[in-house]
């Protein structure tokens, strides 16, 4: 099926970055949800009983915590939250690292398609063949962030200026993240050539990739939260109902589904949104590595001396 392509390899300011991503956003949504949900479907699963856990765990501890010196024991739901919590850890990095990567595969092979529908094969044909270097460049990044949360805990106890720093670090180190892993796949490097690549980026076009990620990090965010409201009214008008008909949330069985159910999606948009964010960087990339290295001008103005 053929789409009206979006190219990507063009210079843009901050502000034709921001509609580019809507545009991009609008178009490749509904393809990259089936990619989604074709890759995570045993994730989905996973998340469905992490939330049971977590939702269990939680509501057992809280019904069964001492008052008044009565005793009660609340170990085994103790035990519930607590896995709960290891579940959704483990899971949430094997999720980030898969979304992560789907991601940038989807957008190199859209570039490439020009416009042909992305096939799902070969998006995830691409992350098996940088299944090795993706591993390696999820372990720098979490010491690496471990890093930059030292330092930013540190500068954030500096007053008002202390915590703006901390913000625009952390800007700054999603967007060298992104820089760099789109760098990594779609030009082949290694993982610390890569890291090289995304830091001479972020270095030349500073604010642009700031700001870039702060407004269309903040419109996602309102974005979720609008789509999560859907839900919590939901849930807030079953919960009034429930409490003024005398039902026992503690122990219902209806109301342990129905948390267990919206706390699962939660999960997994978070999950989804953090592809939507590499959205951002991936445009970002093909943006300023054109900027600096001019290669789609450069083929352009020799295919059109060519038609000449």
């Known amino acids: 099926m053929q789409y009206k ?31 989604f949900i074709s890759y995570n479907g045993l994730f989905i699963l996973g998340f469905l009983g992490v939330s049971y ?18 005793n009660t024991d609340n170990s085994s739901y103790q035990f519930y ?13 094997i999720t980030a690292i898969l979304n992560y990567s789907l991601a940038a595969a989807y957008m190199i092979q859209y570039e490439q398609n020009s ?40 500068i954030s ?5 202390g915590t703006l720093a901390y913000y625009l670090l952390i800007l700054a180190y999603t967007s060298w993240m992104g ?3 789109m760098a990594m796949i779609n030009d082949k490097k290694e993982v610390t050539e890569a890291f090289g690549e995304g830091w001479k980026l972020l270095k030349k076009y500073f604010w642009k990739s700031v700001l870039s990620n702060l407004v269309i990090g903040m419109l996602l ?32 069985v209806v109301a ?17 949104n953090q592809s939507m964010l590499q959205f951002v960087n991936g445009i970002l990339y093909y943006s300023l590595h054109e900027e600096t290295y001019n290669e789609a001008t450069r083929e352009r103005i020799e295919n059109i001396g060519a038609g000449e």
């Open 5 to 35: 392509h979006i190219p990507l390899k063009r210079q843009r300011d901050v502000g034709e970055m921001i509609t580019t991503y809507f545009e991009f956003f609008k178009q490749n949504f509904k393809p990259f949800l089936n990619i």
């Open 53 to 70: 856990l977590l939702v269990t765990g939680f509501v057992g501890t809280f019904v069964n915590t001492p008052v008044y010196g009565i």
């Open 157 to 161: 106890f500096i007053p008002l200026l």
């Open 256 to 272: 342990n589904v129905v948390w267990t159910l919206a706390l699962s999606i939660v999960l997994m948009l978070y999950t989804l």
């Open 81 to 93: 939250f607590i896995g709960g919590i290891l579940g959704f850890l483990i899971l949430f990095i």
């Open 179 to 181: 820089l760099s892993f």
């Open 115 to 154: 416009g042909e529908q992305v096939e799902k094969s070969k998006v995830w044909d691409l992350v098996k063949q940088n299944l090795g270097k993706i591993i390696l460049f999820i372990i720098l990044m979490i010491f690496m962030y471990l890093v930059v949360m030292a330092i930013g805990l540190i």
């Open 221 to 252: 965010g309102i974005l979720m939260m609008v789509v999560l409201m859907i839900p919590g009214i939901l849930i807030g008008i079953y919960t009034f109902h429930s409490l003024d008909t005398g039902v026992d949330l503690a122990n219902s």
